[in-house]
């Protein structure tokens, strides 16, 4: 069954720490995101990769790092850094010939 | 800049009741707007991509248009199970891949 997977489905951070997302895909898909979704905004771009070993900043980059060592996975880690990172995190990936993007289930990550 | 703006911000409709809900959009060079249904609590999934103008396509209940400035999601006697949030997309010539997101219709169909 081809698909995305993000894991945990929740995930409860302590101030101060780091933690990493988990982002896979078995669609054979070059290019992986990352976006936050905040109630009552549209979703926001944290990163993208188009190709393995490479990514680029989205437009909430701070606080956020990512690495993209294979092509079908792309984790995604929230820093200390990260002022207000109490959000629901969505992984999605693209078929370039037609720009579609396919979003995983989400993660909502809460900061205690 | 791209920008979308969606409205209504919320819908209720009765089971039956077709309405329409709108995308409005500014982008340079359109490549392609997107529709998405969102279910509370889970990621978005794909209902359509249009590429130019005049162009439409269906889904069961749900049809998609698009002219230069603006994209319809047409739902046809709808069922209680179409209740989600409907969100657009855009991505501009110039976007790498970026997509531009409105915040979402949330629509309620009542039984």
């Known amino acids: 069954d081809g698909g995305i997977t993000q894991s945990p489905k929740y995930l409860f951070r302590k101030e101060g720490q780091n933690v990493t997302l988990s982002c896979e895909q078995n669609?054979?898909?070059?290019?992986m995101y990352w976006y936050r979704q905040d109630p009552g905004q549209g979703l926001r771009l944290i990163y993208y990769?188009?190709?393995?070993?490479?990514?680029q900043k989205g437009d909430i980059a701070e606080g956020y790092s990512v690495s993209r060592e294979k092509k079908e996975s792309f984790p995604l880690t929230v820093t200390s850094a990260q002022k207000n990172p109490t959000a629901f995190y969505l992984c999605?990936?693209?078929?370039?010939?037609?720009?579609?993007?396919?979003f995983g289930p989400g993660t909502r990550l809460t900061v205690l | 800049e791209d920008q979308v703006t969606q409205s209504p911000e919320a819908l209720r409709l009765q089971e039956g009741e077709s309405s329409s809900l709108n995308c409005s959009y500014t982008?340079?060079?359109?490549?392609?707007l997107f529709w998405y249904r969102q279910d509370p609590g889970k990621g978005p999934e794909f209902l359509f991509t249009?590429?130019?103008a005049g162009e439409e396509k269906e889904k069961e209940r749900l049809k998609a248009t698009l002219t230069k400035k603006e994209s319809f999601l047409h739902i046809t006697a709808p069922k209680p199970e179409d209740s989600a949030t409907y969100l657009c997309?855009?991505?501009?010539?110039?976007?790498?891949?970026?997509?531009?997101f409105g915040k979402g219709t949330l629509l309620t169909v009542n039984p």
């Open positions: 999605a990936s693209s078929d370039t010939r037609t720009d579609t993007q396919y």
């Open positions: 669609l054979n898909h070059d290019a």
């Open positions: 990769s188009q190709i393995v070993n490479d990514f």
């Open positions: 982008v340079s060079g359109l490549r392609g």
């Open positions: 249009l590429y130019s």
């Open positions: 997309a855009v991505q501009g010539g110039g976007s790498n891949y970026k997509l531009t």
